[in-house]
């Protein structure tokens, strides 16, 4: 719930993700094509929009205590049209949900970022509207991982410069390169400024940050009702480490909740994405099941987008994916998205390209990094256009053309 936060969709939220995860511990929440779910702190609304768009009989509602991030989200909801998904700008500790109203509840990037108060909001309204079988997400700040992340919350804290200057500045301070503490130091510089400035702004800059050890969180869900089930995935550790690690601590931990604190240990792990349920999980992993197939269509004569995937391209920078990702865009995809509203076939696009490019509108540089010529343009837009379409099916941005109605 902070303006800083970008605001992207986020695909482990994905109800379809959630449900399959709670499936090998032995919870049945449902279909997810129907799920109700609730964002908490959904700024634009970006995730819970590209999830409604894409699962009409699924309903989604999400809040944010920011007015000004919210009136633009119900804006693109009711550009799209869409009638199962409304923002609400209210602030959490006073908003009302019925007994049971939700089969899923995301609470990405707030937990450790918000007050006392908002935090004890967030698990009341976790014990209240969740349903029995429900799957509750939260993500948080783990230690002792994020031990090392408060040494740039220190360098941000005495500065006088925006967050991302004052890191900056922390990474040329001299003997930083002389220990390996310090090269650590150096390495989450440099992984944060990578995410850009709001991602700095948020992590490093928030008055109310706090971390927790999976204990923690693990002792006071259960003060509320809820069980801790798993995580959705280890996020920012090296897949083949964790495997280790995961397996030697349950090796040496009959008790889960042990044996994820011992994890937490061995792996430094900075971040979790946890989720809890009121039903109990089984003691043993259940085979998953796998709710969505994918397979790549065949490329319709007329290429058509959801009006979601347009409206994204020409506001957003990025477009988020069936899987609830997001790719950033090249001007030549956006282009093209942009144009594929059903009406164009191959020709008319690759037509509407080569106008953009005789603009100045879009560049496509040569493997010599230039700009391609005329008769380049001539012998190749062709294929350059091919292959960009090839990307979009691919990414299953490309919707199938509507079945002929029978005669």
């Given at each position: 719930?902070?303006?800083?936060?970008?605001?992207?969709?986020?695909?482990?939220?994905?109800?379809?993700?959630?449900?399959?995860?709670?499936?090998?511990?032995?919870?049945?929440?449902?279909?997810?094509?129907?799920?109700r779910v609730l964002e908490i702190g959904c700024a634009h609304g970006v995730n819970v929009i590209a999830m409604a768009a894409r699962m009409p009989e699924a309903t989604f509602v999400g809040v944010d205590v920011d007015a000004a991030a919210v009136g633009v989200g119900r804006r693109r909801i009711e550009e799209l049209g869409l009638r199962n998904v409304q923002l609400h700008a209210v602030d959490l500790a006073a908003f009302e949900a019925e007994a049971s109203s939700f089969d899923a509840i995301v609470a990405h990037g707030v937990f450790s970022w918000v007050d006392e108060d908002t935090r004890a909001a967030l698990w009341r309204l976790l014990a209240r509207a969740l349903s029995p079988a429900g799957i509750?997400?939260?993500?948080?700040?783990?230690?002792?991982?994020?031990?090392?992340?408060?040494?740039?919350?220190?360098?941000?804290?005495?500065?006088?410069?925006s967050p991302a200057s004052a890191l900056e500045a922390l990474r040329e301070a001299p003997g930083l390169?002389?220990?390996?503490?310090?090269?650590?130091?150096?390495?989450?510089?440099?992984?944060?400024?990578?995410?850009?400035e709001n991602y700095v702004a948020h992590e490093y800059a928030t008055a109310h940050h706090q971390a927790f050890s999976v204990s923690e969180v693990w002792?006071?869900?259960?003060?509320?009702g809820l069980h801790y089930v798993d995580d959705v995935a280890p996020m920012g550790i090296q897949p083949e480490a964790f495997a280790i690690a995961a397996a030697e601590a349950c090796a040496r931990h009959e008790d889960r909740r042990a044996a994820e604190q011992m994890l937490d240990l061995a792996v430094v792990r900075q971040f979790r994405a946890t989720l809890l349920s009121?039903?109990?999980p089984a003691r043993t992993r259940l085979a998953a099941t796998k709710e969505h197939a994918a397979k790549v269509p065949p490329m319709p004569t007329h290429p058509r987008v959801l009006p979601?995937?347009?409206?994204?391209?020409?506001?957003?920078?990025?477009?988020?994916?069936?899987?609830?990702?997001?790719?950033?865009?090249?001007?030549?995809?956006?282009a093209l998205l942009e144009a594929m509203d059903g009406t164009r076939d191959r020709e008319a696009l690759v037509?509407?390209?080569?106008?953009?490019?005789?603009?100045?509108?879009?560049t496509l540089p040569t493997?010599?990094?230039?700009?391609?010529?005329?008769?380049?343009?001539?012998?190749?837009?062709g294929d350059v256009v091919d292959a960009a379409l090839r990307d979009c099916l691919g990414a299953g941005l490309i919707v199938a053309e509507p079945a002929a109605r029978p005669r």
């Open positions: 719930m902070h303006e800083s936060y970008a605001d992207r969709p986020v695909a482990q939220t994905h109800p379809s993700v959630l449900f399959e995860v709670a499936r090998r511990w032995g919870i049945e929440p449902g279909p997810s094509t129907r799920a509750a997400y939260l993500s948080y700040n783990v230690r002792p991982g994020d031990g090392i992340r408060e040494v740039l919350r220190m360098a941000v804290a005495i500065s006088d410069a390169q002389a220990t390996h503490r310090g090269k650590a130091v150096l390495a989450e510089i440099d992984a944060a400024l990578s995410y850009g002792e006071t869900a259960e003060a509320h009121k039903t109990a979601l995937t347009r409206l994204e391209s020409v506001e957003l920078g990025f477009v988020s994916t069936p899987g609830n990702n997001y790719q950033p865009l090249h001007p030549l995809h956006a037509a509407l390209v080569r106008a953009r490019v005789d603009a100045g509108e879009v493997q010599q990094g230039t700009p391609p010529t005329t008769e380049e343009l001539d012998a190749g837009l």
